[in-house]
């Protein structure tokens, strides 16, 4: 009696949340009454960070209050509480808030192996993606995916709003160029949610040997794909607001080359620079939390302030051009880097080649076309 008063009390918690903020959206972490039955009684295993909240309180903290058994936590690149630099290899260490174990899915141990999921029933996987393909909370879906159905583990996604769902664009991942930051036959912006991608997936049977994952979705309410959603928190360190998420996908791709990003500056992917650029605006990286030796640290960068762009509704590939062009002795790209990232190695010769955006962008046509068609065969919105 007394865990049913709880679960009840929580659930109320959460309408009086949605309701007082009036809001229309319910993602699928606040619909609790759709997945709490399904983990009752049950040893649960959490894949999330510092954005797996319900409302403002995270996931972990309202289980737990709701008394329902966690065993671990899994976490993926940036760490738990999402404060790690991009590629920093993390350890796994122990919760200081709640004591529970937190398992790194990130460096050597990208797949929870079967002594990390001994015990777990089922697992929540719950993290705000943001619609790129080299954003690797999509790799690290996967392989709990395969995880979970090679270990008869039930896995349960907890669906949020894609922030660049409004389009997908650019080349489809050629898979002899497949890694971790791209491992599936889709375009830079796939313009699905994470439930959506879970499903093809699992689908397209992409898991290792064919295998099927025991998948649950629990959808949002009132979410379309051309709705303006404010994160309430930074799915990772370097993506602070929505500006610098709609620019993503079209700026990571220069970290496979020697132009800046903005990491260590105030305004991350939200304008590029290089020491070699000619331009009025400049920035100069700096170490801090998040952007420990930055590229170009400490020297003036010049380039261009994207701050106050509007919205993005494809893939830009201008900045990119226009800055290969100022490169001096064409010293631009990094090794093998940017083709993983770009997907294939067409796109960096193209570049080199001097052909225009549109030139580019026709080669694209036919496999979006294709992909449109794949698709829509998961689209839940």
């Known amino acids: 009696m007394r865990y049913k008063i ?15 903020n009036n809001e229309s959206l319910q993602i699928g972490a606040e619909r609790t009454t759709k997945y709490f039955p399904l983990i009752e009684g049950k040893s649960i295993g959490i894949v999330g960070n510092q954005s797996s909240l319900i409302r403002s309180t995270h996931l972990v903290d309202s289980l737990l209050r709701a008394k329902f058994h966690i065993l671990k936590v899994f ?26 174990p937190i398992i790194s899915l990130y460096g050597k141990n990208k797949k929870p192996t079967q002594s990390q999921l001994d015990g777990i029933q089922v697992l929540l996987f ?5 619609g790129a393909r080299f954003y690797t909370y999509i790799s690290t879906l996967h392989y709990v995916m395969e995880a979970a159905a090679e270990n008869n583990i039930s896995l349960i996604v907890l669906d949020r709003p894609n922030p660049n769902g409004h389009y997908y664009d650019g080349p489809v991942l050629d898979t002899a160029f497949s890694s971790f930051v791209g491992m599936h036959p889709i375009p830079i912006v796939h313009g699905m949610t994470i439930g ?24 949002m309410r009132g979410y379309n794909k051309h709705m303006i959603y404010d994160l309430p928190i930074k799915p990772s360190p370097n993506l602070p607001n929505n500006q610098a998420v709609n620019l993503y996908p079209s700026l990571c791709l220069f970290e496979g080359t020697n132009v800046s990003v903005g990491r260590g500056t105030d305004l991350p992917f939200q304008h590029y620079g290089a020491p070699y650029l000619e ?22 960068c010049y380039g261009q302030d994207l701050s106050k762009l509007p919205r993005l509704r494809k893939l830009d590939l201008s900045f990119l051009i226009n800055a290969y062009k100022d490169c001096p002795n064409k010293e631009f ?46 689209l839940i919105y």
């Open 6 to 20: 709880k679960h009840l009390f929580l659930c109320l918690l959460v309408f009086l949340q949605c309701s007082s």
């Open 75 to 100: 976490s993926p690149e940036h760490g738990f509480r999402g404060i790690a630099d991009a590629g920093t290899h993390i350890k796994n260490e122990i919760d200081k808030n709640t004591g529970l």
């Open 126 to 130: 719950d993290l705000q993606d943001v």
């Open 279 to 300: 331009s009025d605006y400049s920035f100069v990286p700096t170490s801090r939390s998040g952007a420990k030796n930055p590229k170009h640290e400490g020297i003036i």
């Open 333 to 378: 790209f990094f090794n093998s880097f940017f083709d993983k990232l770009a997907g294939n190695n067409d796109l960096r010769l193209s570049i080199i080649e001097g052909k225009s955006e549109n030139i580019i962008r026709e080669g694209w046509i036919n496999d979006l076309r294709l992909y449109k068609e794949l698709r829509n065969k998961y």
């Open 196 to 219: 959506e991608y879970a499903k093809m997936i699992n689908g397209e049977k992409w898991l290792k040997d064919g295998v099927e994952c025991d998948l649950t979705i629990i959808s």
